[in-house]
Nanobody
Framework: QFYVEESGGGLVQPGGSLRLACAAS????????MAWFRQRPGKDRELVAVISSTGGSPRYAESVKGRFTISRDNAKTTVHLQMRFLKPEDTAVYSC?????WGQGTQVTVSS
């Protein structure tokens, strides 16, 4: 049974940083690409970043390039999303994804 659980969200001021974590279990983690999505208020869910099964070739949405970094630790079956220089428009529920499976999400609010 695929299972992913996010943590690390919260309230941060514009320009600040947060590091999200996704803990995965129930599948062969090192065989799967992993992704972070987000859903902003009133918007459709959008892809934020994706990383290959080996940790190479990360890809990012244009809106977060240069500010967000996705990484993974296959030994710990964990994916991280380091977010820097956060903007109010980054406010969203961030969810971890593998295949057709999603976590519950973690709320990130960027506000002064």
């Amino acid at each position: 049974q695929f299972y992913v659980e996010e943590s690390g969200g919260g309230l941060v001021q514009p320009g600040g940083s947060l590091r999200l974590a996704c803990a995965a279990s129930g599948f062969s983690f090192s065989n799967y690409d992993m992704a972070w999505f987000r859903q902003r208020p009133g918007k459709d869910r959008e892809l934020v970043a994706v990383i290959s099964s080996t940790g190479g070739s990360p890809r990012y949405a244009e809106s977060v390039k240069g500010r967000f970094t996705i990484s993974r630790d296959n030994a710990k079956t964990t994916v991280h999303l380091q977010m820097r220089f956060l903007k109010p428009e980054d406010t969203a529920v961030y969810s971890c994804n593998v295949g057709n499976y999603w976590g519950q999400g973690t709320q990130v609010t960027v506000s002064s």
